[in-house]
């Protein structure tokens, strides 16, 4: 697999480290209920298609990204830094 | 039809005529007291406990492909009761024994096979924290004895302790642990079900569940609606699209794991051994193949098969472990889709909708927990309360941060399980 | 037998071999079934269930039944497919799974036993009793298991992986894949050709078809050195793609040498090739007809048979007889005819055959039987006039081609049944950015592949924006393929399917019968494909058999998936470079070389190797000198390398709002050259790490992270920056390696330094948790008052490269002053001794209040791990939560991973009460010490708990107290 860093061009799956869904993204204001956190922390859309998910350029440029991608074909559709993502 | 080596010494003699279908391929009927969503290990477990220990026999399991075709028939068919923590414990302890008994019971040769399992560990730290497990093990009930290096060269001979990375301090052996023959497990429990009366119908994919006032009236598929007045849902690799069908969100995200079996070699492996320093688990089979695994692919996929680096990594902790087996050839690799759960422990629960049941998150071990799994659910949906043994594996543990069962110590993010 | 003057390399040099002892000669170019059959050896191997006397079937990768051990010891090679093994002066090859030997093989006894050995029978048996699978079914069956023997000695040989990347990858260098590279290269794209044989061609290399009025191989020889110029493109023989991989990454093993080459010269390389395009030419494999008893001794495919023949120069017998239901039936024979070689019947199924030479021909017939246990002696045929026995010592088989679709289904795509070929084509787009060309998508005339080939490529160059060149195709045949369905001949007597797993028709039939319909169930219940071919042999004709046994088409029965690697991949060549110590990097200290010429034993603390302690000549157990090392601490001065912390630097105007974030605890009120603890959570609410951080100015911090959880600890520090606090302005960069880090403790410890430092200190200018820049013997470094051991101590810091000469200045001082060197062993005792906390302790279970840190957690700020810190279940008063513990009875040894019960409780689980974390002999209190979890562990503080450790046969009665049991109130890091 190879993914596309907005820095660094297309590297390797190798070069990233993979952390969830970008739903953790989106955090909860510090009072907000337990649900809410709950969501946040554990619970998952989990799509079987097209979802976008968090890596970490670790071998790289340091960036973490928010890759759109099918769970199903592994089909990658783009990426974006996560510091200009929202959710 | 019983089965026994005297029948199969008739059958011999009689040009194999009389073997009977190992199940029948019935039509759904309008409805059922339970129908238990997924042919797979558990669901098919499920329904033999249903029908032996509690009487309930007007049960379908609905298959959307073909029986075992999930991930019982794709693992590394390991068997063990050696988990560290309350909740799994004891639920292990209680499948393990069941595996003992289950040829006998199911009068079905699912060659279980208990050469042991021997974890390896590879510092003072980590000879601690296994015997910290081995003790929670021996407070089971179970077995487990923590090996010196040198009784570890004795019990497996073809590692490399002389130049190797990481040194062997020891390991951890659970004697009773061991491999069965993986599609014999689906299998034997489908004739036990299908023999007591529970429809098994496979091609029938689950497209809707009925709920109405809060509680469950039955299931749309792909061959019409069935009525019924529970529904388990027990569909580990889809569990969140099927739970998604009621409206829930779970605690999970699905993963592929690979497993690779080697060609056919003259027997070197006594039983199951893995690596402390790097996931890699390998044992051998009973026609010769080096049977081995690692550990996720990592990223969230439905795709079921890997992907070529986690191949090498596995590979690559085998010649550091063991470069005896360098020679063997990967002869076939394949990929599973996991429940990653959120503290890498299982949920067995009641759900918000009265008469739906719950079976999901068993991350890469779900394997072993065919029959206590089974069971326990079976114990769930026909007495509506938890089985002591699976007690521990709630739904809202989660939430309330209450009985959490984070085996690796990794938290919250699925795939570090 | 050799036929003079045949074959690609008809002079070629004498090569003498043997084969289970037998010596034998061969000639430069051969594989070993090539001289194996020249020298009339038709005996190749066993079967797997069976022991059937088995021959060669294929010439290829695929076969099935020639599978020989080849070397000794360390160098021994199982499960050699023959018909891959290039032929070397001096080969050894064995048979395999045949005892005593491969023509007198013992259990060969099964085959007696088959009647009732059919699919699955081992499921219905071996149940009574209970304890005899473990005792005797299980070690019987696995006495028979496996085919070759490993070793059992570690690989030798050197194997080797290796990237490649390229724009047009072109797999298989037959005709289409020849022409495809050759278009792809013109258009100025950069080429890899890759194929799994010796040499390239494909099946040009084994036909006598032209191309252009050349030979095939004459031909090839010119496109390749045409190719072989273009500094464009790279061919790789013997290189055979193992799986397609995603965003077009493929594995690929190549091999580079055979058993006898030097230790050095790698065995083979594990290829990863990134191309943006892909282009599979891998042509086709034949298949058997199964009928009764086809699996003798000199019975092969049809394109064997002309393999060797034209190939190699090797008749495969000397009166062969050919049975088909396509064209190929004639074309073997002629080619035969052709060598000279008598060809003694051509057994067609289609009615409508018409003979095309000088052979005697069977339309509309069938083999119904064959005779020859370890070699075929005749067949009987049947047609409308009736039966006929022919002698033969040789029988060609074609039941028709098998496009090689298997890449095709790597990524979960399903193959297509096409009725005009009665085979299996690849599916469009099963692979992203791959087109498939020639045979390997039914295109069987060689002018079809030819074409095939530019065309495809012409298309590939134009989708990534390159000008398609102008080729002329070479002429070539366009013969039209003529195939009739034959699946299986009727008659007595086993056929055939899966030849490695003995698996036959009526273990299909039985399969179905017993409603093991599906194909997975038929599958899995007979192993049919589960071969080392998987199937690529036998898998249509018994999807056919299935098919038929169940009444549905075979469209509607379905396909089997299949799943890399295309041929086996050694484990050694994909886990190339990681045997013995290549599996990890390794860390080194700046003070390892020092600590090694001290005979300090290094021990693995993740990638890092530490010194666990320094031994006197005098002491002969680790634990005399890890207690010297205590006393020496505790009394002078010791001195301990701790650069394996992790270490941040962080700068920015919002570096304490970041760290405030971050830590549960509060580092914006922390003066400037000051130090404080921090407890770090994850976002639910369990310790991730703790560590010291120091601030070095208004906006300059340097944080500490455990040695285990540095790396961790970085990237989520760039997780929380980047995508949960891009608002604040803050960098930082991991300067571990940049510093040397060495902790300076006990009671002389400010008298070292200022032996060393440019600038005295005394208590005012450096009070504890005081930190700051300081000169070093003339060097620019940091020192930090902070104590891991409970001891008036520092850590002083320099740039890595003085830290081997800092460490040594340090070590001469300490020893000057009765000090000395402490290793990992002794910092632990002194860290247990004082209570502090390691992995041992936040094993990612424990939460803040567990370690009684909740008061740490501010109420003030939200930060990572708050709010989810005060879930009620972790904030239980039953949690196991810290504490120390004693024995007590003095001499009495505690041992870590134990578990704690009240006095007199079975050691069950339900009166589990905790657990040991961490324990140690303290020379300081004279006996065991120990920190562990108990529930409601804090007030618990003088009851008494049963220490029981079942796997160590440790009982220990222990005293609960606090952890910290060493200089509780502090005074001495103070003082």
Known sequence: ?87 | MGYSGFKVIKEGLFGQKGWKPVWRNPDPKPEYDVIIIGGGGHGLSTAYYLAKEYGITNVAVLEKGYLGGGNVGRNTTIVRANYGLPGNSEFYSHSLKLWEGMEQDLNYNTMMSQRGVLNLFHSDGQRDAFARRGNTMRNQGDDAELLTPEQVRVEAPMIDFDNVRFPIYGGLMHRRGGTARHDAVAWGYARGADQRGVDLIQNCEVTGIDIEGGVVRGVQTSRGAIRAKKVAIVVAGRSSQVAGMAGMRLPIESHVLQAFVSEGLKPIMPGVISFGMGHFYISQSDKGGLVFGGDLDFYASYAARGNLPMKEHVMDAAMTLMPSIGKARVLRSWGGIMDMSSDGSPIIDKTQTEGLFLNCGWCYGGFKAVPGSGFSYAHLIAKGEHHAPAARFRLDRFRTGTGLMDEEGTGSQHNLH | MRVAGKGLNPNGAPVSFTFDGTSYTGREGDTLSAALLANGVRLMGRSFKYHRPRGVLTAGSEEPNALVTVGQGARQDPNIRATTQTLYDGLAARSQNAWPSLKYDAMAVNDLASPFLTAGFYYKTFMWPKAFWEKLYEPIIRHAAGLGALSGDAVEETYEKAFAFCDVLVIGAGPAGIMAALTAAQSGADVILVDEDTQMGGRLLAETAEIDGQSGPDWVAAQLGALAKMDNVRLMTRTTVTGAYDQGTFGALEQVSEQNAPLNTPRECFWRITAKRSILCAGALERPIAFPNNDRPGIMLASAVRAYLNRWGVAAGSAVTVFANNDDAHRTALDLIGAGVTVAAVIDSREDAQSLGDYPLFSGAQVIATKGRLGLKSITVQDARGTHEIETDCLAISGGWNPSVHLTCHMNGRPTWSDDILSFVPTDNSIPDMTVAGAARGNFSTLGCLEDGISVAKATVTSLDLKSPQIATPAAEDDPYSIQALWQVDGTGRKWLDFQNDVHVKDVKLAAQENFRSVEHMKRYTTQGMATDQGKNSNVVALAVLADATGRGIPETGTTTFRPPYVPVSIAAMGAGSQGHGFAPERHLTSHNASVDRNAPMVEVGLWYRASYFPKPSETTWLEACNREVNVVRNHVGVCDVSTLGKIDIQGADAAEFLDFVYCNTFSSLKENRVRYGLMLREDGHVMDDGTTARLGLNHYVMTTTTAAAGQIMKHLDWVRQALRPDLDVRFASVTEQWAQFAVAGPKSRELLNSILDEQIDNESWPFMACGDVGVAGVQGRLFRISFSGEHAYEIAVPARYGASLFGLLTTQAEAMEGGLYGLEALNVLRIEKGFITHAEIHGRVTAFDIGFDRMVSQKKDCIGNTMSRRGGLLDAEREQMIGLKPVENEHKLTAGAHLFVEGADAVSENDQGYVTSVCHSPTLGHDIGMGFLKDGPNRYGERVMLVDHVRNNHVLCEVCHPVFFDPEGGLARG
């Open chain 1, 1 to 87: 697999m190879r993914l596309p860093c907005p820095i660094c061009g297309e590297r390797d799956r190798r070069e990233f480290y993979y952390q969830g869904h970008a739903t953790l993204l989106d955090r909860p204001a510090a009072d907000a209920d337990a649900g809410a956190w709950d969501d946040y922390v554990h619970n998952r859309d989990n799509p079987a298609g097209e979802t976008r998910d968090l890596w970490h350029h670790e071998a790289g440029c340091g960036a973490w990204i928010v890759v759109t991608r099918n769970t199903v074909t592994h089909e990658v559709l783009g990426a974006v830094l996560a510091e200009k993502a929202k959710s």
